[in-house]
Nanobody
Framework: QVQLVESGGGLVQAGGSLRLSCAAS????????MGWYRQAQGKQRDFVAR???????RYADSVKGRFTISRDSAKNTMYLQMASLKPEDTAVYYC??????????WGQGTQVTVSS
């Protein structure tokens, strides 16, 4: 069983910062690729960032330079540090494994709302 619980979302002004957390059970972050995705109202879910190792970290062009993905193996938790937030970053943010993504299986996500 794999369970991923996102948290840390909220309402923030443009230019502000938030840190999202993804607490995992049933999966070891150190041996599994993990990623963040987001879905804005009325739009499809988009890739945000993915981490496999220290030498394999990828970001969507829209967040590159502003967001940082990381993970704490001891806590089995993944993070997304978001800075310089823009209204267009408003979305429900989800974390997932490659397998969960492939199966189109998602958790509840956490809402991020960026005001103008």
């Amino acid at each position: 069983q794999v369970q991923l619980v996102e948290s840390g979302g909220g309402l923030v002004q443009a230019g502000g910062s938030l840190r999202l957390s993804c607490a995992a059970s049933g999966v070891i972050f150190s041996t599994n690729a993990m990623g963040w995705y987001r879905q804005a109202q009325g739009k499809q879910r988009d890739f945000v960032a993915r981490i496999t190792s220290a030498v394999d970290i990828r970001y969507a062009d829209s967040v590159k330079g502003r967001f940082t993905i990381s993970r704490d193996s001891a806590k089995n938790t993944m993070y997304l540090q978001m800075a310089s937030l823009k209204p267009e970053d408003t979305a429900v943010y989800y974390c997932n494994t490659d397998l969960g993504h492939f199966r189109n299986k998602w958790g509840q996500g956490t809402q991020v709302t960026v005001s103008s």
